[in-house]
C-alpha cells in the first residue's frame, strides 16, 4: 500500500526549488586546480596598508571637523565630514604644535598629510601634517565665532577702557625692531613731544608671534614702578599692514587676553585704517595706523607752549580786569560815604585829650607813690644800726650762756662727787677689805642663800686681795 505524503505543499515545493545541501568539509584542504593566495590576517592588513600609503603617500582632504579629541599624550584624533562621508585623522603630538589653527569642531578646514591604516581596527585614517582654513570665509567665520566667544566673557566691554594718560613719561612698544612701524613711531613722537621709549621685540607674523606678543605685553606690566628698567605708563602694540592671514597673531585668544588684562593702558596699530583685528576690541584705543598710535600717545609739545602762553595772557587780562572792576567799585564807594576825615576828626580830638588825661593820672600816681615811699623810710632804721643793735644782743646772750655754764657744770661736779662716794661705801667690794668675801657659782651668779648650794657644788670666792675657787664639802 502506498504511504500517504504528509508534507505541506509549500514545503514539498521548496524541496524541489533548492538541490541538495553539499556537506561542509570540517578540516581545508587544498583544492585541485586552485591558485587562490592564502594570507594570515597580519600578512593582508600589511599589504593593505603598503598599497595605500603608496596609492595616497601625499593627499589634501578639505571637509568639516567632527569629532575633535586632544589626548592626554598631545596627540590630537578628530574626523573629517562632507555631507556624504566621515574620514579619521590623526595629527601626532610634534605636529600639533606645528599646526597653523587651533582646531575646533565645526570648522571647514583643508588639511595635507597622507592616508595610512591602523590595523588594530581594520581602518583607513589619515596622518595629518598641516592644516589650514578653507579659504577667507571659514577665517572669517572662526574670527567671529571667537570674537562672539570673547565678548561674551566681557573682554570688550566699554566699562574695561582706561583713559590714557595726558603725558606719559615712558611708552612701551611691541613690535618688530627691524621693520618701518618703530621708526614711523620714533619719529612722530620726536616731532610731537619727545618721550622715554621701549622697545619690545617681537615677531608680528609667522609661527610662535602670539606666544612672544602675550609674553611681552605680560613683561612690561610686570616690572616695578620705581625699578631699574622703568614700568612704561602706556603700551602701543603695532605692526604694518598686510594679510588676513599675516594679522593672524593679533587674533589669537592669547593676545587678545593679555591686552584686556594688561593694566598699562593699551593702544592698539594693528594693520592699515581698514584692518580690524581682535585685538583692536580689546585694546584701551584703537589707532587706525602706527603713526596714528604715536599721535594719540602724547600731546604736540608747540601747541602746549602755545596754549599755556594763551592761558597766561588771558589770566593776566582778567586779572588786570578783575583789579579794575574792584578799583572802579571802590571809588564809588568812596563818593557814597564822603571824606572820612569828618567822621575820623572828633574820635581823634578824643583821643588826643584820652591821652592827656592818661599821662596826668600816672604822673601823679607817681608822686603820690614817691612821697608814701620817703614817709616810710623816715620810720626805718638804716640797716648798719639794726646790724648793731643785733651783735650786741647776741654778744650780751653769749656772755650769759657762758656764765650760766660754768655754775652747771660746777654744781654737776660736786653732785657726781657725792654719788660716786656714796657709790663706793654702798659698793659690796667695799667691805672686802675688812674680812668679807663674794661666792659665785659657775655661772658667775652670787650666791645669796646657804640653800643654793649643795654637796660637790663649784664656787668661786672673791677676797679682798683676789679670788679662789672651791667645792662645797658639806
Given amino acids: 500500500?502506498?504511504?500517504?505524503n504528509t508534507q505541506a505543499p509549500e514545503d514539498d515545493l521548496l524541496s524541489r526549488a533548492m538541490p541538495m545541501a553539499v556537506p561542509m568539509p570540517l578540516v581545508d584542504k587544498p583544492r585541485e586546480g586552485?591558485?587562490?593566495?592564502?594570507?594570515?590576517?597580519?600578512?593582508?592588513s600589511r599589504q593593505l596598508k603598503k598599497m595605500v600609503e603608496d596609492g595616497f603617500g601625499h593627499v589634501r582632504v578639505r571637509g568639516e571637523i567632527g569629532e575633535c579629541k586632544l589626548h592626554s599624550s598631545g596627540h590630537l584624533y578628530l574626523s573629517l565630514k562632507d555631507e556624504n562621508a566621515v574620514l579619521a585623522a590623526v595629527c601626532w603630538?610634534?605636529?600639533v604644535a606645528k599646526l597653523g589653527i587651533k582646531p575646533a569642531t565645526g570648522m571647514d578646514v583643508v588639511c595635507t598629510g597622507k592616508l595610512t591604516t591602523y590595523m588594530g581596527q581594520s581602518k583607513y585614517q589619515m596622518t595629518v601634517e598641516s592644516m589650514a582654513l578653507a579659504g577667507v570665509g571659514a577665517l572669517l567665520k572662526m574670527l567671529e565665532e571667537r570674537r562672539v566667544k570673547l565678548a561674551a566673557e566681557g573682554l570688550f566691554d566699554a566699562s574695561r577702557k582706561r583713559p590714557l594718560p595726558f603725558l606719559p613719561t615712558v611708552i612701551g612698544v611691541v613690535?618688530?625692531?627691524t621693520g618701518a612701524v618703530i621708526r614711523d613711531i620714533l619719529h612722530r613722537l620726536e616731532d610731537r613731544?619727545?618721550?622715554h621709549v621701549l622697545v619690545w621685540p617681537v615677531p608680528v607674523q609667522g609661527e610662535g608671534a602670539a606666544d612672544k606678543i602675550a609674553a611681552a605685553i605680560r613683561g612690561f606690566n610686570a616690572l616695578e614702578v620705581n625699578g631699574a628698567v622703568p614700568r612704561p605708563d602706556v603700551l602701543i602694540v603695532a605692526r604694518g599692514g598686510g594679510?588676513?592671514?599675516?594679522?593672524m597673531p593679533f587674533n589669537?585668544?592669547?593676545?587678545?587676553?593679555a591686552v584686556a588684562e594688561s593694566h598699562i593702558p593699551v593702544i592698539s596699530a594693528v594693520g592699515h585704517e581698514t584692518d580690524t583685528t581682535l585685538v583692536d576690541y580689546a585694546a584701551d584705543l584703537r589707532a587706525p595706523t602706527p603713526t596714528a598710535a604715536a599721535e594719540k600717545a602724547v600731546p604736540v609739545r608747540d601747541e602746549l607752549l602755545g596754549a599755556v602762553a594763551d592761558s597766561s595772557l588771558r589770566l593776566d587780562e582778567a586779572m588786570r580786569r578783575i583789579l579794575r572792576d574792584r578799583r572802579e567799585k571802590t571809588e564809588m564807594l568812596a563818593r557814597a560815604l564822603g571824606d572820612p576825615m569828618r567822621a575820623l576828626a572828633p574820635l581823634m580830638q578824643r583821643f588826643d585829650e584820652r591821652a592827656e588825661r592818661l599821662t596826668l593820672a600816672w604822673q601823679n600816681n607817681l608822686r603820690r607813690a614817691q612821697s608814701r615811699v620817703a614817709e616810710a623810710g623816715g620810720r626805718l632804721r638804716h640797716p648798719r644800726d639794726v646790724l648793731k643793735m643785733a651783735a650786741q644782743r647776741l654778744d650780751h646772750l653769749a656772755h650769759r650762756m657762758q656764765s650760766l655754764g660754768r655754775e652747771r657744770l660746777l654744781q654737776t661736779e660736786k653732785k657726781l662727787d657725792r654719788l660716786s662716794v656714796m657709790l663706793e661705801a654702798l659698793s659690796p667690794r667695799a667691805v672686802l677689805g675688812r674680812g668679807y668675801g663674794l661666792v659665785y657659782d659657775a655661772a658667775g651668779r652670787v650666791i645669796m642663800r646657804a640653800a643654793d648650794l649643795s654637796k660637790g657644788s663649784k664656787v668661786r670666792i672673791e677676797l679682798h686681795d683676789g679670788s679662789r675657787s672651791a667645792v662645797v664639802d658639806d
Avoid at 500500500?1 to 500517504?4: D, I, Q, R, V, Y
Avoid at 586552485?34 to 593582508?44: F, G, K
Fill in 1 to 4: 500500500m502506498p504511504k500517504k
Fill in 34 to 44: 586552485s591558485n587562490a593566495p592564502e594570507y594570515t590576517v597580519s600578512d593582508l
Fill in 93 to 95: 603630538r610634534g605636529q
Fill in 175 to 177: 613690535t618688530s625692531p
Fill in 193 to 195: 613731544f619727545p618721550r
Fill in 243 to 247: 594679510s588676513l592671514e599675516d594679522l
Fill in 252 to 257: 589669537e585668544e592669547i593676545v587678545v587676553r
